[in-house]
């Protein structure tokens, strides 16, 4: 084995997913919805499939979902996209990640990451040869201290990654805060990644900024998302990273020579998604505000300490008040004894001693699914 992976384990979601299923648990751990895709958007994929669109796609994406992504990206956040320049479609945000990684970093590059962080960057950034800088976002309000950001800046700086709205914390970054990044990062000639797979899960009053869409940012940022949260498709592994031409011409010839292109149909059916109406999108955004509510209510009941999310849809908490068990531990026991699943966020952190106390749950669930995990943590306190 490649002495670059051997440091890396096992997924915690493959991890946790598998312990739920041997003991029959609720599975609030690995983010992934328990209820279907909208039927109209299944509908456009097995038509496509009918229709004969089973051969490669186009390498950078079908041109009906690069049309669709643009006219997306200027009905809600005013972008101004070509879609022959400025888009790479990928096998889920996790390739557009992995691709962005590879085109932007040389080895020894730093790359600053706010911790604790979706857990595939750190190993892209080491499998890439870049060295990880962390900047944590602190407990309890999930931001990051000023000072610290700038401190972690240096001339080795070469790209910094955002995720906004936050996984696993919720935090949802103002604009005075992605401006404040934006200045470091053209001080220090940083490029930025943008992870934004949550941009329809954003809870009132907090609302979703591009940061490509702040002036000085268009020109450094690499923005990624996907269809899978956003039309309840996770399995379909359809995402896409958007940027300036020559962001996204290196973009594509990672791409080109990874997976080459993603899976046809579906670029199909996203392209249809993408421009459900307007009333899609605030359903989804009421049925999730309903869910986090659901969810928050029953924990409260619980001697976990809550942090409300402003966005995506996880609640972190911190399990201190009820023990001293570790994080990995406590989400074991909680499969095992009480038969609910989460993922220990100790696991999104480089330094995992900053996370010990703290597991994330996820709410992109059926109600009834919410309602049977919310009877079971009735007995969290005798654990
Ligand atoms: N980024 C974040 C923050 C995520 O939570 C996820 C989880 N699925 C991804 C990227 C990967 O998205 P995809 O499933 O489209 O590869
Ligand atoms: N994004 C999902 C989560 O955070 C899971 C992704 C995965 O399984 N790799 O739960």
Redesign the pocket.
Same mark, same amino acid.
């Given at each position: 084995m490649n002495s670059r992976l051997a440091q890396f384990g096992s997924s915690v979601f493959a991890e946790m997913t598998a312990l739920a299923r041997a003991h029959h648990a609720v599975n609030l751990g690995q +983010?992934f919805p328990d209820f279907d895709t909208p039927a109209e958007v299944k509908e456009i994929a097995m038509r496509a499939i009918a229709d004969g669109h089973n051969q490669y796609a186009v390498s950078h994406g079908e041109p009906v979902l690069r049309a669709a992504l643009a006219e997306h990206a200027e009905r809600f956040y005013n972008q101004p996209l070509n879609p022959d320049e400025n888009i790479c479609v990928t096998s +889920?945000?996790?390739e557009a990640?992995w691709c962005a990684i590879q085109a932007c970093i040389n080895p020894g590059d730093e790359v600053i990451v706010f911790e604790p962080s979706?857990d595939v960057y750190i190993p892209n950034i080491v499998m890439a040869g870049g060295v990880v800088v962390p900047v944590t976002l602190h407990a309890p309000s999930f931001r990051f201290n000023r000072e610290e950001l700038r401190a972690a800046f240096s001339k080795r700086t070469r790209l910094l990654i955002l #995720?906004t709205p936050h #996984?696993p914390t919720g935090t949802v970054f103002t604009r005075d805060e992605i401006e404040f990044i934006r200045d470091l990062c053209a001080e220090y000639g940083a490029l930025v990644i943008s992870?934004e797979?949550y941009e329809h899960i954003v809870f009132a009053p907090n609302a979703h900024i591009r940061p490509a869409t702040i002036e000085g940012m268009g020109e450094r940022t690499i923005t990624i998302s996907?269809g +899978?949260k956003t039309f309840s498709c996770?399995g379909w592994?359809c +995402?896409w990273a958007l940027g300036t031409k020559p962001l996204i011409d290196a973009v594509r010839r990672v791409h080109q020579f990874t997976v080459f292109a993603g899976a046809t149909p579906f670029h199909y059916a996203i392209a249809h998604a993408l421009r459900l109406t307007d009333s899609f999108y605030m359903q989804l955004l009421s049925d999730y505000t309903r869910r986090k509510d659901m969810l928050l209510a029953a924990l409260r009941q619980t001697p976990l300490h809550i942090h409300e999310p402003e966005g995506a849809y996880f609640i972190t908490a911190d399990i201190s008040p009820l023990t001293t068990d570790d994080g990995i531990t406590f989400s074991k026991r909680m499969i095992t004894e009480i038969g609910v699943a989460t993922i220990p966020s100790q696991k999104f952190y480089v330094n995992e001693e900053h996370g010990r106390s703290l597991i994330r749950f996820c709410f992109c669930k059926k109600d009834e699914t919410l309602n049977k995990a919310a009877e079971r943590m009735l007995s969290l306190s005798s654990l």
């Open positions: +983010g +889920g945000a996790s990640l979706f #995720n #996984n992870d797979v996907s +899978g996770t592994k +995402g």
